[in-house]
């Protein structure tokens, strides 16, 4: 199983002419993909922090070249500097995304650091509660540019982002691959027309190319600081969507995403804000909606239209990394199993989880119907945004300090700053709470809850289960002594805990009075990387005549299959035929208990999860005729 090149591997493809059309194509793809949203950005975020800077809708020269240059800047260090540069060379194996850090962190201890997993749980729930803005304000924000074709349309926004947004929603089934296809092109005439229009414009008022001196900041900042800090949080809107960058790290590479970046996204963004930025001193100051307006005429319309499919674009993304996002939770334990579906016969990371699609959509529209406009949406969308980069930085700062060993004064230096940064963003839209920022933080705030539900619950259980729970060795060399009846085939019997005897395993025992003549206690484990080698998937060992024990290994990127991983057993000397073979599930009916160590409230949240979650048959996609499930009572 091959890995995935990124930046750092500097593979041969300058002079090779295959490689080079493979990183021309995946640049293509990281377009739609991976910058999507903040290829969105223009059509509100300048717009948006004028507006909060001048507060009458009319902003004097001073308001525009600051908030132009803190746009300029912020893209400057937070993505190029920040992301581009550090961040997505911290990959765990290829994989980027804030649950690939956390696990490539935890790596780095002897156990599991209570800090890292509280960071990388925060900077998961902060990113779904970004999942759920970023598609509302997108699609409202282009469908709003009607209005601006004539106000005839005003009465019809609303219905048409929620009918919009339903289709999205409803072909997420069909998967992403087909619809893949035009993303990059679709994305790439996008970016290029955004760059032409703000050209045009800049014309309007050449001066405003002054706003590249960071001075400008300065002098915003100096003049009204109350205003200049509510200002701040309107202009993060502008790199919204940096995290993309490194969460789809595994889908493309650094090389492929870096020169996308720097070849086409970067100076088409700086293009067209410099054009907005022109086309509002032009106008004396008068915000207005700049991004559509200053395509007049014929363009108008197509330009409308070429948003609209942008940001349906950008939806795709988040949406897709939300798929992605919760298939590393299950793995690594921080969920309960969804049932995930795959979408593509060839790529394994085109997958659809219908649970979480259902929830995305139900939120989704509910937050447009109770925004009604992208301005109100703003307010919501920078905490969680922030909070997710916030978290990343912290993540990073072990990254540098434990695995590429900087010195710790320089790396105090270098991630101390990109923290001041992320923190200042976040504190100015932290603020912004009752305006609207209660609604990512309530989202955010739900999956922590289930999170640390999950955690505590499977601890609780497996402490209890374990102390009823007979040592394996001690049972199998009872067996061996005085073996009851024994029948031909293997029986599989799953567990979490290899040490002890499956609960499956003592019930069969006890009411069948029979043993196969083999006996597999399996476990299968997730590795703290994306992907495991097929070398190192099975490892064997025998506990005597009667029992042997198997761990399957997989990644936190990757679907078990448990009959296709046990068929890799035949290289060790094991002999396995899935038609002689009975896996043996224990299905436990959970009750809640007076003494659990958990509040009632939780532990009924908990037994509620477990009763949710996916059936283990499908989800390790063992044959349903193969399985035998023993149910049992457990007290928590």
Same mark, same amino acid.
């Given at each position: 199983?091959?890995?995935?090149?990124?930046?750092?591997?500097?593979?041969?493809?300058?002079?090779?002419?295959?490689?080079?059309?493979?990183?021309?194509?995946?640049?293509?793809?990281?377009?739609?993909?991976?910058?999507?949203?903040?290829?969105?950005?223009?059509?509100?975020?300048?717009?948006?922090?004028?507006?909060?800077?001048?507060?009458?809708?009319?902003?004097?020269?001073?308001?525009?070249?600051?908030?132009?240059?803190?746009?300029?800047?912020?893209?400057?260090?937070?993505?190029?500097?920040?992301?581009?540069?550090?961040?997505?060379?911290?990959?765990?194996?290829?994989?980027?995304?804030?649950?690939?850090?956390?696990?490539?962190?935890?790596?780095?201890?002897?156990?599991?650091?209570?800090?890292?997993?509280?960071?990388?749980?925060?900077?998961?729930?902060?990113?779904?509660?970004?999942?759920?803005?970023?598609?509302?304000?997108?699609?409202?924000?282009?469908?709003?540019?009607?209005?601006?074709?004539?106000?005839?349309?005003?009465?019809?926004?609303?219905?048409?982002?929620?009918?919009?947004?339903?289709?999205?929603?409803?072909?997420?089934?069909?998967?992403?691959?087909?619809?893949?296809?035009?993303?990059?092109?679709?994305?790439?005439?996008?970016?290029?027309?955004?760059?032409?229009?703000?050209?045009? /414009?800049?014309?309007?008022?050449?001066?405003?190319?002054?706003?590249?001196?960071?001075?400008?900041?300065?002098?915003?900042?100096?003049?009204?600081?109350?205003?200049?800090?509510?200002?701040?949080?309107?202009?993060?809107?502008?790199?919204?969507?940096?995290?993309?960058?490194?969460?789809?790290?595994?889908?493309?590479?650094?090389?492929?995403?870096?020169?996308?970046?720097?070849?086409?996204?970067?100076?088409?963004?700086?293009?067209?804000?410099?054009?907005?930025?022109?086309?509002?001193?032009?106008?004396?100051?008068?915000?207005?909606?700049?991004?559509?307006?200053?395509?007049?005429?014929?363009?108008?319309?197509?330009?409308?239209?070429?948003?609209?499919?942008?940001?349906?674009?950008?939806?795709?993304?988040?949406?897709?990394?939300?798929?992605?996002?919760?298939?590393?939770?299950?793995?690594?334990?921080?969920?309960?199993?969804?049932?995930?579906? /795959?979408?593509?016969?060839?790529?394994?990371?085109?997958?659809?989880?219908?649970?979480?699609?259902?929830?995305?959509?139900?939120?989704?529209?509910?937050?447009?119907?109770?925004?009604?406009?992208?301005?109100?949406?703003?307010?919501?969308?920078?905490?969680?945004?922030?909070?997710?980069?916030?978290?990343?930085?912290?993540?990073?700062?072990?990254?540098?300090?434990?695995?590429?060993?900087?010195?710790?004064?320089?790396?105090?230096?270098?991630?101390?700053?990109?923290?001041?940064?992320?923190?200042?963003?976040?504190?100015?839209?932290?603020?912004?709470?009752?305006?609207?920022?209660?609604?990512?933080?309530?989202?955010?705030?739900?999956?922590?809850?289930?999170?640390?539900?999950?955690?505590?619950?499977?601890?609780?259980?497996?402490?209890?289960?374990?102390?009823?729970?007979?040592?394996?060795?001690?049972?199998?060399?009872?067996?061996?002594?005085?073996?009851?009846?024994?029948?031909?085939?293997?029986?599989?019997?799953?567990?979490?805990?290899?040490?002890?005897?499956?609960?499956?395993?003592?019930?069969?025992?006890?009411?069948?009075?029979?043993?196969?003549?083999?006996?597999?206690?399996?476990?299968?484990?997730?590795?703290?990387?994306?992907?495991?080698?097929?070398?190192?998937?099975?490892?064997?060992?025998?506990?005597?005549?009667?029992?042997?024990?198997?761990?399957?290994?997989?990644?936190?990127?990757?679907?078990?299959?448990?009959?296709?991983?046990?068929?890799?057993?035949?290289?060790?000397?094991?002999?396995?035929?899935?038609?002689?073979?009975?896996?043996?599930?224990?299905?436990?009916?959970?009750?809640?208990?007076?003494?659990?160590?958990?509040?009632?409230?939780?532990?009924?949240?908990?037994?509620?999860?477990?009763?949710?979650?996916?059936?283990?048959?499908?989800?390790?996609?063992?044959?349903?005729?193969?399985?035998?499930?023993?149910?049992?009572?457990?007290?928590?």
């Amino acid at each position: 199983m091959t890995q995935q090149p990124t930046g750092g591997d500097a593979q041969a493809g300058a002079h090779n002419g295959h490689n080079t059309g493979k990183t021309g194509v995946l640049m293509l793809g990281a377009l739609g993909v991976v910058y999507g949203d903040i290829g969105t950005s223009p059509i509100y975020a300048l717009r948006g922090a004028l507006v909060a800077a001048s507060g009458s809708g009319v902003a004097d020269r001073t308001d525009i070249l600051g908030v132009l240059s803190l746009i300029i800047w912020s893209l400057t260090v937070i993505v190029t500097v920040k992301y581009v540069t550090f961040v997505l060379r911290a990959d765990n194996r290829g994989e980027g995304g804030t649950l690939s850090m956390m696990a490539l962190v935890q790596a780095t201890f002897a156990k599991r650091s209570p800090l890292i997993l509280v960071v990388g749980i925060l900077g998961a729930a902060l990113f779904y509660g970004d999942a759920v803005i970023t598609p509302a304000i997108s699609v409202l924000s282009a469908v709003e540019g009607l209005k601006v074709v004539t106000p005839a349309f005003d009465p019809y926004v609303v219905p048409l982002t929620l009918l919009i947004l339903a289709v999205v929603f409803s072909v997420q089934r069909f998967g992403t691959g087909g619809v893949a296809v035009v993303f990059g092109p679709v994305t790439a005439v996008w970016f290029v027309s955004i760059g032409v229009s703000g050209l045009m /414009h800049i014309a309007d008022d050449p001066g405003v190319l002054a706003a590249i001196n960071p001075i400008y900041i300065i002098y915003f900042l100096q003049s009204s600081p109350e205003v200049a800090f509510l200002t701040v949080g309107a202009v993060f809107l502008a790199v919204t969507g940096a995290e993309g960058l490194y969460a789809d790290l595994g889908h493309f590479g650094r090389k492929p995403i870096m020169l996308a970046w720097f070849c086409i996204v970067f100076p088409c963004l700086l293009l067209n804000y410099f054009g907005q930025g022109a086309f509002v001193l032009s106008r004396g100051g008068e915000v207005g909606h700049p991004f559509f307006e200053m395509n007049e005429g014929w363009m108008l319309l197509p330009m409308v239209l070429l948003a609209t499919a942008a940001t349906v674009i950008a939806c795709q993304a988040v949406i897709t990394g939300a798929y992605s996002l919760t298939r590393q939770a299950v793995q690594l334990n921080l969920l309960p199993r969804f049932a995930i579906r /795959h979408t593509s016969e060839t790529q394994s990371g085109q997958i659809y989880v219908p649970r979480v699609n259902m929830l995305l959509a139900i939120i989704v529209m509910l937050l447009v119907v109770g925004f009604q406009e992208s301005a109100a949406l703003a307010s919501a969308y920078g905490i969680s945004a922030t909070g997710t980069m916030m978290m990343t930085t912290i993540l990073l700062f072990f990254v540098v300090t434990r695995i590429w060993k900087w010195h710790l004064g320089v790396a105090i230096a270098v991630i101390g700053l990109f923290g001041l940064i992320d923190f200042g963003f976040f504190a100015s839209n932290i603020i912004k709470v009752l305006d609207g920022g209660w609604a990512s933080l309530a989202v955010a705030f739900s999956v922590v809850l289930i999170m640390w539900t999950w955690i505590r619950g499977s601890r609780q259980l497996f402490e209890k289960t374990r102390k009823n729970e007979i040592p394996l060795d001690f049972l199998a060399g009872n067996l061996a002594k005085k073996p009851p009846s024994l029948v031909p085939g293997t029986a599989v019997f799953l567990t979490s805990d290899p040490l002890s005897a499956p609960t499956a395993l003592m019930h069969s025992l006890k009411h069948y009075k029979v043993l196969h003549e083999q006996n597999v206690i399996l476990s299968v484990v997730t590795a703290p990387q994306p992907t495991v080698p097929e070398s190192d998937r099975a490892t064997l060992e025998t506990v005597n005549e009667l029992f042997m024990r198997v761990t399957l290994k997989f990644g936190y990127m990757e679907q078990p299959n448990v009959p296709k991983a046990m068929a890799l057993c035949r290289k060790q000397g094991w002999k396995f035929d899935i038609m002689t073979t009975s896996f043996f599930l224990s299905r436990r009916s959970l009750k809640p208990a007076a003494n659990s160590g958990l509040p009632l409230w939780q532990d009924k949240l908990y037994i509620g999860l477990a009763r949710s979650a996916a059936d283990a048959t499908e989800y390790f996609q063992i044959p349903t005729g193969r399985v035998v499930e023993i149910g049992t009572q457990v007290a928590i």
